[in-house]
């Protein structure tokens, strides 16, 4: 049942995925816990995680861990999402550490690491990280494959190689469509149109981007990194045209530094409602975490 789930997940059935991860989440926790009850946590966790449902992720992943299950990386990348980037950091490479004797759970770890080192800057630890996962890929091992060709191709992009990139993202991208795999396909289509960007080809960056939009709106995606949402976005009119007034006071006091708790005494709203206005600006504006928010009411002078 667990396997049947991740195989669901993995295939953009996600409806379908979240209904077996419950099933085997209630007939293992019968009459007694089964061993395999961590896994069946750990799967619908990070169906919460890549749908943007990060709340209901972290509870899952502490479900996953209460019962043996290492929630790792799953729970480093939410922990990414959130603007938690030391946590994420420190947790990755605790991960990866533990695994020098166990090269399949070594394998899976990598393209996290890569993803969350270049969140972070360190681009030599993304370089590190993407040449040890290509020593794994192998003609009989596609998934990993596809996971180096996408962690290299974004480690290109970072050392300020674009052109080199898209072949190695393009690559990753055809990997992932043969497999099935249409949420990380439509993650490789987002470097691919970064990349395009970056080299000056607005009108492919579009194009890229426009078609993993399309694909993540699909799978019920909200956001897929820092201002993806608003930097794919089409008509006239920015993210903050969308923010309602009470939301826009809310972004201000957001960007200062304050707290829920803080937001709700200075406007005189309760703190469950300060909460519901952040994850709405977030979700609005296409982005994981309140200093992203920041940046962005920065760049579009809204304070």
Not at 1 to 11: D, K, N, P
Not at 236 to 259: H, I, Y
Request: one cysteine or more; proline letters at 4%; charged letters at 20%.
């Amino acid at each position: 049942m667990v396997h049947r789930a991740e195989l669901l997940l993995f295939g953009g059935m996600w409806s379908q995925a979240a209904v077996e991860a419950q099933r085997a989440c209630d007939v293992l926790s019968r009459p007694r816990n089964h061993p395999a009850l961590g896994s069946a946590y750990y799967v619908r966790a990070e169906l919460h995680r890549v749908r943007g449902e990060f709340s209901e992720a972290e509870k899952s992943y502490q479900r996953a861990s209460e019962w043996g299950r290492e929630p790792q990386p799953g729970l480093a990348q939410l922990w990414l999402d959130q603007g938690k980037v030391g946590a994420a950091v420190s947790a990755i490479r605790q991960a990866v550490a533990g695994t020098e004797d166990d090269p399949v759970a070594r394998a899976t770890l990598l393209g996290p690491l890569v993803e969350i080192s270049l969140a972070v800057g360190d681009v030599a630890a993304a370089r590190q990280a993407a040449n040890e996962l290509s020593d794994f890929a192998e003609p009989n091992l596609p998934v990993v494959t596809a996971m180096a060709a996408h962690a290299n191709g974004s480690v290109l992009i970072a050392e300020g190689q674009p052109r080199s990139s898209l072949p190695v993202l393009r690559r990753a991208w055809t990997c992932w469509t043969e497999l099935g795999a249409p949420y990380q396909a439509a993650r490789a289509r987002v470097a691919i149109g970064m990349a395009q960007r970056t080299l000056g080809n607005e009108q492919g960056a579009a194009r890229e981007l426009a078609a993993a939009r399309s694909e993540l709106e699909r799978l019920g995606v909200r956001s897929i990194g820092p201002g993806f949402l608003n930097q794919t976005a089409s008509g006239a009119g920015g993210a903050e045209q969308r923010l309602t007034a009470r939301e826009v006071q809310v972004l201000r006091l957001l960007a200062t530094g304050v707290s829920n708790k803080e937001i709700s005494a200075r406007l005189f709203i309760s703190e469950k409602t300060a909460a519901t206005h952040v994850s709405s600006i977030l979700r609005k504006l296409g982005v994981h975490s309140r200093s992203a928010a920041t940046a962005y009411a920065h760049d579009k002078h809204l304070l």
